[in-house]
DNA sequence: CAGTGGTCTAGACCACGGG
DNA sequence: CCGTGGTCTAGACCACTGG
């Protein structure tokens, strides 16, 4: 019935996990010092070390020098989601994938999000807008700014077959970025989108930033019934 | 100007960004095996292997035995966000955590939610409605189930201090959940956040899980203007 | 079957920071 | 100051899996 018993710094991980559970290191315990733990359950330091730094990356417990381990008091958790290619979001609804390029021009990128990314008055920028389909039906419609300072080769780049999505995805040196999701009416991507303006939708925000300089900023407005799921 | 180097492992793991950043290593590519790698880097295999490791938990490399270790074609990298106490999330936005029960009574569950969390048609539950407040402005309304058989002592539990949120962080040993974000008209809970029924909201649905057993099920409807931010 | 990553060990040094 | 976690090392064995 029960899974194989984990060996090695799972058994451990596993068994400093069942004592916070059941309470037998209550919220806000310390805990044994690692080389207590080590001669208890008779394994190395190191080993020890391994199983109890995962848990305080899950935010289990919090660890300090000298202070030792102790038991977080109201764990704040971590809920993670995967980011992938747009087309790969909807293989994995089970879903068969499609794109329209709208628009590939020069409009220009809107001063306020310009300042937000640290793009600078100069700096040539391309526009991309799309719509992505699952199924033959609107999925998500995107508007897109590109920086072709960071991307030079996006001004030339065709998104007629390949989305700006997967372009950068495969061409940008991406290190870091940022997602905000809101609601919103769905407003002028109503019409791509099939519904009706003031119809509730989620938009995503989201910005990317290479090693040093800001590639791109995006606003994904997501057809009705979208919804975003994690897991903790 | 730059940042003091880093020594250790991650001094490597930096290299080993910077070699994948610059395309030194090409996405697909084949890199050096750990040993290699160690002899010219000057340091042991198990250094390398922790770095490497965390680039690969970070979606920028997979590894396999045998095969050794490649640059991913198409990073799939994971968004993360941090789940917290209402109270908290309202204090890291700057604002004064207020807090307010609407009903604390045995409103049955809904049976589709019952079935969706694997809660048996005979367990009792309690049923409890509040609205968490930022600067004694709505913030999010809160409206909650909980399965008594998993938390028994909820039943006594008082709720007009302590939101139902906080009380579970404390006394439940949750271990996992899912977290379903989506975008909605505010319907019933509009007279709550102050707003038109139709108002575009966001809505979180939240399941929890102890160990083994269900804990609790939330929906919460948040005033509009939320929005959730995440980092990658 | 053999090469690669996954992990364990025993010992060591060090940095941080509580007392 | 000095205990605790953070990390490194050299060596070893093992598990998986590609060729």
Redesign the interface.
């Known amino acids: 019935m029960s899974r194989a018993a984990p060996t090695g710094w799972q058994a451990v991980h596993d068994e400093a996990l069942r004592r916070?559970?059941?309470?037998e290191w209550p919220?806000g315990a310390l805990i044994p010092g690692e080389e207590d733990l080590a001669a208890e359950l008779g394994c190395a330091r190191a080993t020890v070390n391994r199983a109890l730094r995962e848990l305080a990356e899950a935010?289990l417990l919090e660890r300090r020098r000298k202070a030792g381990t102790r038991v977080t008091?109201?764990?704040?958790?971590?809920?993670?989601?995967?980011?992938?290619?747009i087309a790969?979001e909807i293989e994995t609804r089970g879903a068969r994938p499609g794109y329209a390029l709208i628009a590939a021009d020069d409009t220009p990128m809107p001063p306020a999000r310009r300042h937000a990314l640290g793009i600078g008055p100069d700096t040539p920028t391309r526009h991309v807008e799309a719509l992505h389909l699952a199924d033959g039906a609107p999925y998500v419609h995107e508007n897109r700014w590109i920086s072709l300072a960071a991307m030079p080769a996006a001004a030339s780049a065709d998104f007629t077959t390949m989305s700006a999505n997967?372009w950068l995805?495969?061409h940008a040196?991406f290190?870091?970025?940022?997602?905000?999701?809101?609601?919103?009416?769905a407003g002028e991507a109503a019409s791509h989108l099939g519904c009706d303006a003031?119809t509730?939708?989620?938009?995503l925000d989201r910005a990317t930033f290479?090693?040093e300089t800001p590639i791109t900023w995006v606003r994904l407005t997501?057809a009705?019934g979208?919804?975003?799921?994690?897991?903790?």
């Open positions: 916070i559970q059941t309470r919220p935010g008091e109201v764990p704040s958790r971590r809920a993670q989601m995967s980011i992938s290619r790969e997967e995805l495969r040196p290190s870091h970025g940022t997602l905000d999701y809101s609601a919103a009416a003031q509730p939708v989620m938009v290479g090693p997501y009705p979208f919804h975003l799921h994690m897991k903790i």
